[in-house]
């Protein structure tokens, strides 16, 4: 009987030390940015995200290539997007990691309401920003959604006067995600 409870009490310990050392991974992704100007409207977005987040502590971190974004209103804007205001050569991704605020149980399924403090970073600027996020958890899935603006000026990115009635001067993001664990 000990021996049959040692060996109990080893496989919960090992089975709760493992997920405790597992990581969600995206499965599938999706960004978008909209910039609602006086003059036009201009739209782009990715699938192209790579993401991680740690159950045991709650923490993240996502990624997107600058170049993966596709969309616009035309080519030359698109060109312009890349080389005059994000530079993506020289900044080739924007990010955001942190954790959750919330005490989170990732095993509780249902939709839940949480804040996420990190360091947004574009352009090669980092801007601490808490972002309110709904993940919901459902058949070892997670699905995040998240909306929010990106003031350009937070950033130091410039908008020359010539087109300021065409790019606005803040730019909502909508994010969604699904992630698994790995």
């Known amino acids: 009987m000990k021996k049959w409870i040692f060996l109990s009490l080893w496989t919960v310990f090992n089975f709760c030390s493992s997920l405790a050392q597992q990581r969600l991974t995206v499965e599938k992704a999706h960004i978008q940015f909209t910039s609602n100007a006086e003059l036009e409207v201009i739209k782009a977005s990715s699938d192209q995200i790579q993401g991680l987040m740690e159950p045991a502590t709650n923490k993240f971190a996502f990624s997107v290539r600058i170049l993966s974004f596709q969309g616009f209103n035309s080519e030359l804007q698109r060109v312009h997007f890349n080389e005059k205001y994000l530079e993506s050569e020289r900044f080739a991704t924007a990010s955001f990691s942190g954790k959750i605020i919330e005490e989170l149980d990732l095993t509780k399924e249902g939709t839940h309401d949480v804040r996420a403090k990190g360091e947004l970073d574009i352009h090669g600027v980092k801007q601490t920003r808490i972002i309110k996020s709904s993940l919901t958890i459902n058949g070892g899935r997670v699905s995040i959604t998240?909306?929010?603006?990106?003031?350009?000026?937070?950033?130091?990115?410039?908008?020359?006067?010539i087109v300021g009635q065409k790019i606005a001067t803040e730019i909502e993001v909508v994010f969604t995600a699904t992630m698994v664990l790995k």
């Open 146 to 161: 998240s909306k929010f603006s990106v003031p350009l000026t937070d950033h130091d990115i410039t908008i020359p006067k």
